[in-house]
C-alpha cells in the first residue's frame, strides 16, 4: 500500500468521524493530526467556524515541551546541565503529546471548557493519538 492510498483511506475514516462529532462552544470538538514529527490539536467551535484553542509538538529546537529535564547532552556529545539552552529534548514523541494534552487541559479550564467531543481525525485511538486524550483527562478535560 503506498503512501496516497494510506492518506486517502486516513480522509475517509476522517470525513465518517466528522459526518458523527460536532462541536458546540459549551463542548467544542478537539481535532488531532499528527505527522511523523509533529502533532497538532485545536480546540474548534463548529456552530461558530472558529478555533478556540490550538497547540502543537513541534521538532526539538522550537519545542518547549520535554526542555530541562533530566540530563541533556551538549552539541559535542559532553554532558550539559538541564535547561541551558540545549538543542536536544528529553522524552519520546509519545512523551511529548501526553504533556501537550495536559498543557491544553489547563488552558481549556482557564476558558472555562470543562467538557468536549475528541476527533482523533481517521487515526487509531493508539500511540500519540491515545497519548494526547489521557493527558486530556488527566488535566481534567471530560469526553
Given at each position: 500500500?503506498?503512501?496516497?492510498?494510506?492518506?486517502?483511506?486516513?480522509?475517509?475514516?476522517?470525513?465518517?468521524?466528522?459526518?458523527?462529532?460536532?462541536?458546540?462552544?459549551?463542548?467544542?470538538?478537539?481535532?488531532?493530526?499528527?505527522?511523523?514529527?509533529?502533532?497538532?490539536?485545536?480546540?474548534?467551535?463548529?456552530?461558530?467556524?472558529?478555533?478556540?484553542?490550538?497547540?502543537?509538538?513541534?521538532?526539538?529546537?522550537?519545542?518547549?515541551?520535554?526542555?530541562?529535564?533530566?540530563?541533556?547532552?551538549?552539541?559535542?556529545?559532553?554532558?550539559a546541565e538541564p535547561g541551558l539552552g540545549?538543542?536536544?529534548?528529553?522524552?519520546?514523541k509519545t512523551d511529548k503529546a501526553t504533556k501537550i494534552g495536559e498543557?491544553?487541559?489547563?488552558?481549556?479550564?482557564?476558558?472555562?471548557?470543562?467538557?468536549?467531543?475528541?476527533?482523533?481525525?481517521?487515526?487509531?485511538?493508539?500511540?500519540?493519538?491515545?497519548?494526547?486524550?489521557?493527558?486530556?483527562?488527566?488535566?481534567?478535560?471530560?469526553?
Amino acid at each position: 500500500m503506498n503512501f496516497k492510498t494510506k492518506q486517502l483511506n486516513r480522509q475517509r475514516r476522517h470525513s465518517r468521524v466528522r459526518a458523527l462529532v460536532k462541536g458546540t462552544s459549551e463542548r467544542p470538538r478537539i481535532s488531532v493530526f499528527k505527522s511523523n514529527k509533529h502533532i497538532f490539536t485545536q480546540f474548534i467551535d463548529d456552530e461558530t467556524g472558529k478555533t478556540i484553542l490550538s497547540s502543537k509538538v513541534v521538532a526539538d529546537k522550537k519545542s518547549k515541551i520535554g526542555r530541562g529535564e533530566g540530563p541533556v547532552r551538549s552539541p559535542r556529545g559532553t554532558r550539559a546541565e538541564p535547561g541551558l539552552g540545549s538543542r536536544v529534548s528529553v522524552g519520546t514523541k509519545t512523551d511529548k503529546a501526553t504533556k501537550i494534552g495536559e498543557m491544553l487541559a489547563e488552558k481549556a479550564k482557564e476558558s472555562g471548557i470543562k467538557e468536549a467531543v475528541f476527533d482523533r481525525g481517521g487515526f487509531k485511538f493508539h500511540g500519540r493519538i491515545k497519548a494526547v486524550a489521557d493527558g486530556l483527562r488527566k488535566g481534567g478535560i471530560k469526553f
